[in-house]
């Protein structure tokens, strides 16, 4: 290798070419990885401040189970417990937060040419715990998944877009 690049004759030209791209091709792509982890990583945080919200905005139906020792979501409706839950509007909080707008089935964040991300398959699920429970350690919990689909800049509209699924999790206990 020494022998090749310290030849005049100019046959080391090729190799420097290569390696000026394959230098280039990697340069392209880790500043697209973090790109794509920039992205990911603010859509999580996002969508924990949202879960995060849901499992506050349902302080009023924990009430009642906190002040007999755990975060239940009940209320008593005639002679009887029931659940009582608030889901929240998980989309919307995602909106203000992120900028997204509704479009179709997705919430899309818009650039000047196509989207920079979007989001579809929004799921909330709450586990509320037992009313009366033995096990007073256990709380009120909100766990939210959505699908984020990013197109990707390196490849010219060749390659699929990222998808992945997001998952994050809130649970409302009580302070005191």
Not at 37 to 47: A, C, F, K, N, S
Request: net charge negative; with cysteine.
């Amino acid at each position: 290798m020494r022998e090749i690049l310290k030849d005049k004759r100019g046959d080391s030209t090729p190799v420097i070419l290569v390696l000026v791209l394959a230098l280039l091709f990697l340069f392209c792509a880790m500043s697209e990885f973090f790109r794509l982890l920039i992205i990911t990583q603010g859509v999580r945080d996002g969508l924990q401040q949202a879960v995060i919200r849901v499992a506050i905005s349902n302080y009023d139906e924990t009430y009642r189970g906190v002040r007999e020792g755990y975060s239940g979501g009940y209320r008593l409706l005639g002679e009887q417990w029931v659940e009582d839950m608030d889901y929240g509007d998980v989309y919307y909080y995602l909106d203000n937060l992120l900028g997204t707008k509704r479009n179709g089935n997705y919430h899309v964040k818009e650039q000047e040419k196509g989207y920079e991300y979007r989001l579809s398959d929004l799921h909330v699920e709450i586990t509320n715990t037992e009313l009366a429970p033995e096990n007073t350690f256990e709380n009120f919990e909100a766990d939210v998944r959505l699908t984020i689909e990013i197109p990707l800049s390196f490849g010219w509209e060749m390659v699929p877009p990222l998808m992945m699924e997001l998952r994050t999790r809130a649970t409302y206990m009580p302070k005191f």
